[in-house]
């Protein structure tokens, strides 16, 4: 039924010209890229891609035995876009960005090299008083990431 009611959702998004990420799962279901791609394959169309999470791809790449650099080369020319999150093995939620075991640069350098731009990181309130200098921490480090493969790119975007 997966399969079945993802082709539609893909059709449907193609009527209105949508294009589909489907995030990599915290479940052995769909954890990688791989697997991911395998429906993206079967289905064929330009309107579905892949939207890996660093951190659930991580996981399954160190029950795997696999780089997940590895697996993220799997989706070249399909994924939408790179979820950054931070994990560590069992656990995949309410870590804040340091207390993982997420390689956040060499998933950002190999999915820069793909052509990926759009990252979206996820952070969690936990109720901590200093939610804000978490926050601030964390988005300067992403910065600090990303801008340096736009340097190393020469800062030099498609101009068509």
Known sequence: LFFENLHKAVLMAAKHGVMLGFETMETDFMNTVKKAMNYVDKIASPFLNVYPDAGNITNAAEISGELVTEDIKNGRGHIIAVHLKE??????????????????????????????????????????????????????????????????????????
């Open 87 to 160: 994990a560590k093995p069992g656990i995949y939620r309410n870590l804040h960005f340091g207390d993982g075991d997420v390689d956040f640069e060499s998933i950002i350098a190999a999915s820069w090299k793909l052509g990926v731009r759009r990252f979206v990181t996820e952070f969690w309130y936990d109720g901590r008083a200093d939610w804000q200098a978490q926050l601030s921490a964390a988005s300067q480090c992403m910065r600090r990431i990303l801008d340096s493969q736009s340097k190393m790119s020469g800062g030099l975007e498609s101009a068509c």
